[in-house]
């Protein structure tokens, strides 16, 4: 069974504040994972992908990686109101050659 | 650049009628999805194409057929709409770093 699983939320922080976003996933073997970020009505677009464990970092994203616990998560450092949005955590699990998404968690980030 | 471009971006269907959604990408990728969103329930993967001349199913493919026309071309037919069709569609397109989506196709079937 290919799960990945998120909180729905919603998840409110106020502007300024560290968002913190979690996914956990169901095949160890996974070795890709992909955050995405979807605005209302808009379609996916890719804000980090990591394949090793530990952090990754990109301006005020960072992804962290713990395979053996088969858990990723975002944080948002200085969240901004524009940040509001839904984040899909996505893994390509083994074997497939397509992606899994999770169902997504809605950010709201009040001024 | 266009990327992944979908057409129609939305469509209300009757009950039974049918329609194709058309998908095409420029960026010479092997691989292309369909995929439909639902509240509440993420993106669900329809149908798949890993390369020219395959498709495969996804995970909610009952009510849908594909073609994969050339590399660049890979469309969604629903033969008969349901009301349970209603939904959000998105094509993508993936490289080896990333997906790369369309605009999406907002569908109603009443």
């Known amino acids: 069974q290919k799960e990945v699983e998120q909180n729905s939320g919603p998840l409110s922080v106020p502007e300024g504040a560290i968002a913190s976003l979690n996914c956990t996933y169901s095949?160890?073997?996974?070795?890709?994972f992909f955050w995405y970020r979807q605005y209302s009505g808009k379609s996916p677009e890719l804000i980090m992908s990591?394949?090793?464990?530990g952090d990754k970092e990109d301006g005020r994203f960072t992804a962290q990686l713990n395979k053996a616990s088969q858990y990723v998560s975002l944080l948002i450092r200085d969240s901004q109101p524009s940040d509001s949005a839904t984040y899909l955590c996505?893994?390509?699990?083994?074997?497939?050659?397509?992606?899994?998404f999770g169902k997504g968690t809605m950010l709201l980030v009040s001024p | 650049n266009a990327g992944v471009t979908q057409t129609p971006k939305f469509q209300v269907l009757k009950t039974g009628q049918s329609m194709t959604l058309q998908c095409a990408q420029d960026?010479?990728?092997?691989?292309m999805y369909w995929y439909r969103q639902d509240p509440g329930m993420g993106l669900r993967l329809i149908y798949y194409?890993?390369?020219?001349?395959?498709?495969d199913k996804g995970e909610v493919p009952n009510g849908y057929n594909v073609s994969r026309l050339n590399k660049r071309e890979f469309s969604l037919r629903l033969e008969s709409a349901a009301p349970s069709q209603t939904s959000v569609y998105f094509c993508?397109?993936?490289?080896?770093?990333?997906?790369?989506f369309g605009q999406g196709t907002r569908l109603t079937v009443v």
């Open positions: 194409s890993a390369s020219e001349g395959t498709t």
């Open positions: 990591i394949y090793s464990n």
């Open positions: 993508a397109s993936p490289s080896n770093t990333e997906a790369f």
């Open positions: 095949d160890r073997g996974s070795q890709s």
């Open positions: 960026m010479n990728h092997n691989s």
């Open positions: 996505a893994v390509p699990f083994s074997g497939y050659s397509t992606l899994t």
